[in-house]
């Protein structure tokens, strides 16, 4: 029997703060049945108010310190009508964003997004006609004029649809817009943009009195809001599968959530909800800090001055890509454009005169390289080639990182790097193939194909140039290899491994995982397909695409094995890989 055969009861004493685990302080209260009341917009203007007023971590909108430049166009909301602004950057108007899906559904015409492009731009800053909005858009607009904010920010309408210039510059901009913004708009329960923002709540989720208790009440309990990819129902939150909607929940500063059953606030100090269910406060301790939809601010408080914190950036950018990757995306080449502005304030993060190359940062280039695909993900390439096989961004699925990577293996050389973007780099415009590599001197191992079961491969290495034995323990496919095409590759080929970093295994006991307890080491390597031979009477290292990762161990090398008895065999691996050939071999 799994979770959902049962029925959630929530039983509480409305206004009456409980404190459960954590010893968290939490209210519960009476929802009041329709996200368009007048008592939700009550709700919602006091929060704003406490928001405004005492929140120091929240930044006021144009307040000193807050100078960027505003949005290029902007809907002015006033006077009853809707129409398309593009001077308005050269004023100082509080306006709001608004975070949508777009849709459409074939079936649901009515959901269709209306557009700007250049032949509609002199008609819109004249009058957006009212009919041709979605239901969205709509209620969008009518929840600014309840709050009282007279300019609002939709993509749609406010960057031209058919203009690559256009487009490009308010994609790099994107950060900054929903950064400003008095306050975004999220229509998280809304897939299509024609299911609007309102919603009425369901009778299961009223609370009734129970009879005989002096002001206790019962209902179903409604959704949570989700703050960990686990606790994720797409049905309640479609909006927060959407990738280019991650950005835009991380950099906005408030954001008013129309759920499913009810109005979620989230802000840089706390998260606040109409039932009290979803309440909370912000933490900045990076390593609880684990919401994956807003308020997180872990990021902002790291110093890249301090070299020990060199750690803490780079493990952060493994969970935003983490957390990113696992996310829908309609269009393959938007996956940098759709996380272009958390780029640029990682930048500010790392060490000066560091790089952003295909989603891998230069400074930890090698480390980085080491992501891979959780088992069972059997899918292809993108049709389209967007970047190196060494970038986690050739793939179209979710991507990990050892939580315990600790570094690399002492022969390994990165000797060159290189990835030419037309543009900004975080934008991912990689201008030609061959101009992403890098470029290594290490041990390669040769390895063939095992099946012990239908399609089912592993590797096994062909110990004839290896003196010693050493085995996989892992490996983790980037792709599944038997799909036919370019990237197919045959049962009976030879590849190679090469091995480039170490894992800090903590004992079992050792849960906590800290290295001043109880552990060992592991080698961690790449799997690699030749495309090119060395050219003859040239000093030009062959060519190899990446195809997995992989774990390599002495052989027979699992089971219940004391810390040192561990250490020894990593030992004897790492004696063997240092005496391995190394030569110099690129990756595209």
């Known amino acids: 029997m799994g979770t959902d055969d049962f029925l959630q009861l929530d039983i509480f004493h409305p206004g009456v703060e409980v404190r459960p685990w954590l010893n968290t302080k939490k209210?519960?209260?009476?929802?009041?049945?329709?996200?368009?009341?007048?008592?939700?917009?009550?709700?919602?203007?006091?929060?704003?108010?406490?928001?405004?007023?005492?929140?120091?971590?929240?930044?006021?909108?144009?307040?000193?310190?807050?100078?960027?430049?505003?949005?290029?166009?902007?809907?002015?909301?006033?006077?009853?009508?809707?129409?398309?602004?593009?001077?308005?950057?050269?004023?100082?108007?509080?306006?709001?964003?608004?975070?949508?899906?777009?849709?459409?559904?074939?079936?649901?015409?009515?959901?269709?997004?209306?557009?700007?492009?250049?032949?509609?731009?002199?008609?819109?800053?004249?009058?957006?006609?009212?009919?041709?909005?979605?239901?969205?858009?709509?209620?969008?607009?009518?929840?600014?004029?309840?709050?009282?904010?007279?300019?609002?920010w939709i993509d749609s309408l406010c960057i031209l649809q058919d203009s690559i210039d256009d487009w490009a510059q308010n994609a790099a901009e994107v950060g900054s817009i929903y950064e400003n913004a008095l306050l975004t708009i999220a229509a998280t329960k809304s897939k299509e943009g024609c299911e609007g923002c309102y919603t009425t709540t369901d009778l299961q989720y009223h609370a009734l009195s129970v009879p005989g208790c002096d002001n206790i009440c019962i209902r179903k309990k409604p959704p949570s809001y989700p703050v960990h990819e686990l606790t994720l129902d797409q049905s309640c939150f479609p909006l927060l599968d959407r990738a280019w909607v991650y950005q835009e929940m991380h950099l906005s500063v408030r954001i008013l959530h129309f759920c499913s059953q009810e109005v979620v606030w989230a802000c840089r100090s706390a998260r606040k909800s109409e039932s009290g269910i979803s309440d909370a406060e912000a933490t900045n301790n990076f390593q609880y800090s684990t919401d994956l939809h807003g308020w997180d601010t872990s990021w902002k408080d790291l110093n890249p001055i301090e070299n020990s914190l060199q750690n803490d950036t780079r493990t952060l950018w493994y969970r935003i890509v983490e957390e990113y990757t696992r996310l829908h995306i309609s269009f393959p080449s938007d996956i940098f454009p759709a996380l272009a502005a958390l780029t640029q304030r990682m930048y500010n993060l790392r060490p000066p005169q560091d790089l952003f190359m295909a989603g891998l940062w230069k400074r930890t280039l090698l480390l980085d390289m080491m992501w891979k695909c959780p088992l069972g993900q059997n899918l292809g390439r993108p049709p389209k080639w967007r970047a190196p096989t060494w970038s986690w961004a050739s793939l179209q699925a979710q991507v990990i990182w050892d939580p315990q990577l600790s570094s690399i293996f002492e022969t390994i050389q990165l000797l060159d790097a290189c990835c030419e973007t037309e543009g900004l780099p975080e934008m991912g415009n990689i201008m030609v193939k061959e101009g992403a590599t890098i470029t290594l001197r290490a041990p390669l191992i040769k390895a063939t194909w095992l099946k012990p079961w239908v399609r089912s491969r592993w590797p096994e290495i062909l110990t004839s140039q290896v003196n010693g034995k050493i085995d996989v323990n892992r490996f983790y496919p980037d792709y599944d290899h038997d799909l036919p095409g370019e990237y197919h590759i045959s049962w009976q080929s030879v590849f190679f491994l090469v091995p480039i970093a170490i894992s800090w295994i903590p004992l079992e006991d050792n849960y906590e995982g800290s290295r001043d307890g109880p552990g060992s080491y592991r080698h961690l390597g790449l799997g690699l397909r030749r495309i090119t031979e060395n050219s003859i009477g040239t000093s030009s290292p062959a060519v190899y695409e990446r195809i997995g990762y992989v774990e390599i161990v002495e052989e027979h090398g699992e089971g219940n094995l004391s810390v040192q008895e561990a250490q020894e065999r990593f030992e004897r691996v790492s004696a063997v890989l240092r005496s391995l050939p190394h030569i110099s071999l690129t990756i595209i």
């Open 27 to 152: 209210t519960r209260h009476i929802l009041p049945g329709a996200t368009s009341s007048e008592t939700t917009f009550n709700t919602i203007q006091n929060w704003m108010a406490d928001c405004l007023l005492n929140h120091t971590n929240c930044l006021k909108p144009h307040s000193p310190g807050n100078d960027k430049p505003l949005p290029k166009r902007l809907l002015e909301l006033s006077n009853g009508c809707v129409v398309l602004r593009e001077d308005a950057a050269h004023k100082r108007h509080p306006y709001a964003c608004l975070s949508h899906c777009w849709g459409p559904s074939p079936r649901r015409p009515e959901s269709t997004i209306l557009k700007t492009k250049r032949a509609t731009l002199e008609k819109f800053k004249l009058k957006v006609p009212w009919d041709q909005l979605t239901k969205t858009f709509q209620d969008a607009v009518e929840i600014c004029r309840r709050l009282s904010i007279n300019f609002l």
